[in-house]
């Protein structure tokens, strides 16, 4: 029972009886009797909507209780703010709660008042890098969806962090959540730590296949589920879900299909809605138009008015949010998801379709099937415990072969081990070069030694094969600038400013090199350019045609770019080159004040996407500014000034304005419209021209105004003038 808990704060037992946690589920108990309110370290591999959010919550609790810090890593930046939501249902037993923005300066000393920080893996390491000092009071860390580390982006980081938290902090509790894997005992030998690895599930789930006119199903046994001539099988799902009174997600493999499939199901959903549940569905489709006036905004909406929706990471947080509360309430009966759902948020459904198993992969060159264990995430938000008979899980196929063969690829397979990546080069570059900075090798011995404690050297059985990856790494950080190899393994200034401004070495090698060959021809676009063809940039892909347009773009516009073309006979190399081109350009358009909304549509990319290449760009343009201060160059101002552009999203002109709190790129530009044209002229503003510029709106007038150093920014009896409105 849950109130037999010991080590834990002051009626926190009485209040998770109160939310209506009673009893510890079986895999929650299995933790307990490890250890996890004592300080033991854990692996817990359980299926997903088994409770292993309360027990790391339970090993935070009884570790703050005990004295220490608590540090909870999640796996997506969107997640962080809603788990420390989350966990500030606590505080008023004491404890307090804070979110890492990994800006060094900004989170120092807020973080080190806090007891539990949020933070994804990235922000730690930076924060690690910079000498975050209450680092050193963490009793416990929270790994969340530790079976990430296999992911070839993300993972090393996430491995690098916890070995470098467990080599620095002694006996530090690490408590590493993860799905169902392949290979738990040997995560659980990696962090030395116990392992509660389990299959128990709050709630039945069956899995099937839907081919012709029929569910199969996991026992052997088959249901008929007709689908009608002209509409799809998984609309025959949601509609067969729905008069059965619940609730359908599907994943698919893409936003846009989110967003196709969301229109098209939403038919099917409109047509058993009643009239008062239309009625609660139009509210909730104007507070989604409220939110923004973008396409995706009003797609959304429309989709949310007939019962159905879509939910992918390019939606705005408020968004998000609206849909995954209509869905909990079943006002919404059908969402299209991407996987990101899947991962993190808590959304249980009656059925699960799982309807693309597919996915496009760049760097495979086409189309893979996914994992199983992403398959069986995805499963695991069938069915909500105490509210559903059962969870239904299904794949859909269209041909008879493929019956079998998704039966044993998905229904009967076993999710894979968890490998870790840590030696492919980028990852190993950027951490070894950290290990140096920071002091915590100064030897390649040492190195070696805290290299032993990854998960990697965990796995790998080739003898001398970290060894020598690492001597390649050190042997090209070495040829670059960033270390030197004398009796001694040391960091030079360069590579130390490299380490903290967190870029991969090979990212800064590249900007090193343009900065160097940055003449006055350049141009912003120019720097766009570079800061665009570092590995740190996901470029945009080359779409059908993209090749001729960007190719006479480039040959327009060589002069403004800093470094050598390469040839076109180099095809991979001069791919790159134009996909960076394509990225440049969105930014260009972006500090052009060209609307959101139509650099979605001309890139074809939702505003989410903007936002993620403008602040990456903005982040690596502060890194060239630093880098071209530390040797000297003559190009920092011109980098500066493309920065702040790409910052703002303005022209030249507005850099100043934009720059006042609460006014931003659109606001600045009806200022400036109406004469206003930079900040010393808004402190001296006459009222009325501001408020007309600004539509009447009075409070952000007076903010604007107050931001800027008006010396009397009340807007009371002030009347808009007419002639400055927009
Ligand atoms: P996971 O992180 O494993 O995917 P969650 O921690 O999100 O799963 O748990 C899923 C749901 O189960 C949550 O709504 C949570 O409140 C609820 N829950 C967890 N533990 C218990 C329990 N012991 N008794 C009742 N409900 C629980």
Not at 84 to 94: N, T
Not at 600 to 618: L, N
Request: net charge negative; aromatic share 6%.
């Amino acid at each position: 029972r849950v109130t037999d808990l010991t080590g834990l704060p002051a009626g926190v037992p009485e209040h998770l009886e109160e939310e209506g946690i009673e009893e510890l589920y079986p895999p929650q108990a299995e933790a307990v009797e490890r250890g996890v309110t004592e300080g033991e370290s854990l692996v817990a591999s359980v299926p997903t909507a088994s409770g292993k959010t309360l027990i790391a919550e339970l090993a935070m609790l009884a570790a703050v209780e005990r004295g220490g810090k608590a540090l909870y890593i999640v796996p997506l930046r969107a997640l962080a703010g809603e788990k420390a939501s989350e966990f500030e249902r606590f505080e008023r037993f004491g404890l307090s709660v804070g979110v890492s923005t990994g800006n060094y300066e900004s989170d120092g000393e807020r973080l080190a008042n806090n007891d539990v920080i949020v933070a994804t893996s990235e922000k730690v390491d930076s924060l690690v890098r910079n000498g975050a000092g209450w680092v050193d009071e963490l009793g416990c860390v929270v790994a969340d969806e530790v079976h990430l580390v296999d992911d070839a982006h993300r993972g090393p980081t996430l491995e690098v962090t916890l070995a470098k938290l467990r080599a620095r902090v002694s006996d530090l509790q690490t408590v590493a959540l993860s799905a169902t894997v392949g290979n738990a005992d040997e995560l659980a030998a990696w962090l030395d730590a116990e392992l509660v690895d389990s299959d128990w599930r709050p709630i039945e789930l069956r899995t099937g296949v839907h081919y012709g006119q029929a569910l199969h199903l996991d026992d052997g046994t088959t249901r008929e589920l007709p689908v009608e001539r002209g509409e799809s099988q998984t609309a025959a799902i949601v509609r067969d879900t729905l008069r059965d009174d619940g609730s359908t997600l599907v994943f698919v493999n893409s936003r846009r299909n989110a967003e196709g499939a969301a229109k098209r199901l939403a038919s099917v959903v409109a047509a058993e809605l009643s009239t008062a549940e239309r009625a609660d569905l139009a509210e909730i489709a104007d507070e989604i138009r409220a939110v923004s006036d973008t396409e995706t905004s009003e797609t959304l909406a429309n989709a949310v008015e007939r019962g159905a929706a879509f939910h992918h990471a390019g939606l705005a947080r408020e968004h998000r949010e609206l849909v995954e509360e209509a869905f909990r309430d079943r006002l919404v009966r059908t969402v299209c998801a991407t996987p990101t759902l899947a991962a993190g948020v808590n959304t249980p459904a009656r059925r699960v379709v799982v309807r693309d198993w597919q996915r496009y992969d760049g760097d495979a060159g086409g189309m893979q099937p996914l994992d199983v264990l992403e398959v069986h995430q995805m499963f695991g938000r069938a069915g909500r415990p105490g509210l559903d008979p059962y969870g239904e899980a299904v794949l859909v196929t269209d041909d008879h072969d493929g019956l079998e063969g998704l039966f044993e690829r998905y229904i009967y397979a076993d999710p894979e081990p968890v490998r870790s990546k840590l030696a492919a080069e980028p990852a190993l570059r950027t951490h070894v070069l950290a290990t140096v900075a920071t002091g915590f090798a100064t030897t390649r011995d040492e190195l070696l030694d805290f290299l032993d404690g990854t998960l990697y050297a965990e796995q790998t059985d080739e003898a001398g094969r970290l060894a020598s990856v690492t001597d390649d790494v050190l042997a090209y950080l070495d040829a670059n600038g960033f270390v030197d190899r004398g009796e001694d393994l040391r960091a030079t200034e360069t590579g130390h400013l490299v380490s903290r401004l967190y870029v991969d070495p090979m990212s800064a090698a590249e900007m090193i090199h343009g900065l160097r060959e940055a003449d006055e021809e350049t141009t912003p676009l120019g720097f766009y350019h570079l800061v665009s063809r570092t590995p740190d940039m996901y470029e945009l892909y080359l779409r059908s045609g993209d090749r001729e347009t960007y190719t006479d773009v480039l040959y327009e516009r060589e002069a403004e770019i800093p470094g050598s073309t390469p040839s076109e006979f180099e095809d991979g190399a001069f791919e790159d080159w134009l996909a960076a081109l394509k990225t440049a350009t969105l930014m260009e358009d972006w500090t052009e004040e060209l609307d959101e909304e139509r650099i979605a549509e001309r890139y074809g990319v939702g505003p989410g996407d903007i936002r993620g290449k403008t602040e990456t760009a903005e982040w690596l343009l502060g890194a060239a500014e630093r880098l071209a201060g530390e040797l000297d160059l003559d190009c920092v101002r011109a980098v500066r000034d493309a920065r702040k552009r790409v910052d703002y999203g303005v022209r030249e002109e507005l850099l100043d304005l934009a720059g006042v709190r609460g006014v931003g790129r659109k606001r600045a530009r009806r200022l400036y419209r109406a004469g206003v044209e930079d900040r010393s002229e808004l402190r001296n503003a006459d009222k009325a021209i501001v408020l007309g510029a600004l539509r009447g709106r009075r409070k952000t007038a007076e903010s604007v105004l107050a931001a800027a150093g008006h010396p009397n920014p009340e807007m009371d009896d002030v009347r808009a003038d007419p002639d400055a409105a927009p």
